[in-house]
């Protein structure tokens, strides 16, 4: 039902859409979740590089052609999912607001802007009608970490937490997944194979996030944004945060192994409780068959899986807890994500 | 120099060695390793379950056949190197004992037994001397994770640490490997893989370690060796520990993310200096070629390599920093640590 204030909503439904970044591997998952979650599209519009001009993409049993971008590109566009860089963001971001359209960007160009709502629909829907043209979808890690634990975090303040990740190729988009494939690929024929895309040898490696190392706090850009963007979702700036940023050779879906540290005293029962009821979370807690989140399982689906939820052995208060998630980075953590704030624009 | 003391070595040099388990995994490195580092052998006996008798292996330029173990299997050996399982290791290492042997165990059968000496040279090399006839080499995950907090720890007590492994497929030994490569064979031809020695598909994929799970703790038996162990090693039983361990789609060179915390405060660059001064430990820590630990570099090297040395930024205090590690799971988290017992044990 629109409330009275409905400023902050898209001027028309169904909606004109544009995609920026259409051809990327964010950009393909747009297409398919704007399909299985029926959004309204009065017409669908593919931007990419101009190297992908020309290419077609399907939707709705129709063929799109892929435009690159021009000055006049967002006319007529209502709503533009960028899922492009934060360059091609900063530069086509307010182009696009100036033509009318609300953007939800998948990139890091805004998040941290004041003025832009940094948004986990499940989290803190309630800042998407503050905006001004402009909404982020945060990192895909900090998504994936974090959405569990805001349902203990607003039932007693989770006051510390210790984040090491093990996140999947295609975080760094499509080629690094290719990359990795072929990496592999090489490695078990006995071939050689020189890395391109990223800094090191993927086949059966892991390594360090390859972003730039911050001289004064040597965290990773990876690392940063998880620490900014968990306290600016959480409106906690407060919130001790330390976290490892690493990349595993797995395809698809980031993994996280999480310690929180709470205000009081929390039992894994009443996390996995709270967890369990709260909406993009499903637990996969299964010590028997030791069945727990693994990226297999988060692949392709839209909940975040959590288990291994236990005490933290090296706090005695009681105050701590560990736990083990897997989320398909491309779904929740990018273009599941901004279709959901999306969907809170609808007129 | 020998001491007057010398009850506790081998009874004669070169001795004749014994190794059980002799093809597996660490079987072969320890062939290997005694290669390497000339330690003096009089004669080889392998020792391998009944399956594998009659398999040869060479040594120094001649095959060694393997033989099953049998009662009287210990006569004359001096050394026996166990790279065998838990239950062998119980059945068998008492007979070696009997039969004049000083047993060097990789298995966990004897390592919190008080009287058997749980040693990482470069920590607690003087426990040697204490042995019973049964010495043990600890878990990999530990000796790699704690092998470069030690002369942290002597300078300035580590009072609690959280551990996130990332373990490769040869921890659970040549089948485990095996099964990681044919399981990504198999993926990248488009063919099905069922899992048979682990219970996850592992092309890929990851998970929780697939050891037993306590049902007090939550933590699974690789988790809680990691703590007990490192009580144990430390010679610190009040240490507090918190881990989560992962098998990961690498081959071989176990990861993991550190973080700890001291009595007081430590500087980045001041553990950076105690870590490269310490033995079997090298920093690979250069934020700007984006270099730090990996299980490629790791993989066949003595030293574990330590990395991404920063300061906790979860602890206001300064008590805090973290770190990454990388180490060869089969040479120094076993076979190397084993046979760096063993140096010590000769008259």
Chains 1, 2 share one sequence.
Not at 53 to 66: C, N, R, S, Y
């Amino acid at each position: 039902m629109p409330t009275q204030d409905t400023a902050y909503r898209l001027r028309q439904s169904p909606p004109t859409i544009g995609i920026v970044g259409a051809t990327g591997a964010v950009g393909g998952e747009l297409l398919s979740i704007l399909s299985e979650r029926d959004f309204p599209v009065r017409e669908l519009r593919l931007f990419a590089s101009p190297r992908s001009a020309g290419k077609t993409l399907p939707f709705h049993g129709h063929d799109i052609g892929v435009e690159a971008l021009r000055g006049d590109s967002f006319n007529g566009v209502d709503l533009a999912l960028f899922s492009a860089g934060s360059g091609t963001a900063r530069e086509w971001a307010p182009v696009a607001v100036r033509a009318g359209a609300i953007v939800v960007d998948n990139s890091s160009a805004f998040r941290m802007n004041p003025a832009a709502p940094l948004v986990v629909p499940e989290i803190n829907a309630a800042e998407i009608v503050r905006h001004d043209g402009i909404l982020s979808v945060p990192n895909c890690a900090a998504i994936i970490a974090i959405t569990p634990l805001w349902p203990l975090h607003r039932r007693n303040r989770i006051r510390r937490m210790i984040v090491s990740t093990y996140q999947a190729a295609s975080g760094g988009g499509a080629a690094a997944l290719a990359e990795l494939i072929a990496a592999t690929r090489a490695h078990l024929a006995g071939d050689s194979h020189a890395p391109r895309v990223l800094p090191h040898p993927y086949a059966f490696n892991l390594f360090s996030h390859d972003t730039p190392i911050d001289p004064t706090t040597g965290h990773n850009d990876e690392e940063t944004k998880v620490i900014n963007e968990t306290r600016k979702i959480f409106g906690d700036p407060d919130i001790r945060i330390g976290v490892t940023c690493v990349c595993v050779p797995v395809q698809r879906a980031h993994s996280a192994a999480v310690t929180i540290e709470c205000e009081r005293r929390i039992d894994p029962d009443e996390a996995r409780a709270l967890i369990a009821a709260a909406p993009g979370c499903r637990i996969v807690d299964d010590p028997i068959a030791n069945h727990f989140p693994m990226p297999n399982d988060a692949t392709g689906i839209d909940d975040i899986l959590v288990g291994r939820i236990r005490r933290d052995l090296s706090d005695p208060s009681g105050h701590s807890l560990s736990l083990f998630v897997a989320g398909d980075q491309l779904r929740k953590g990018a273009a599941l994500n901004a279709v959901q704030i999306a969907e809170h624009l609808l007129p």
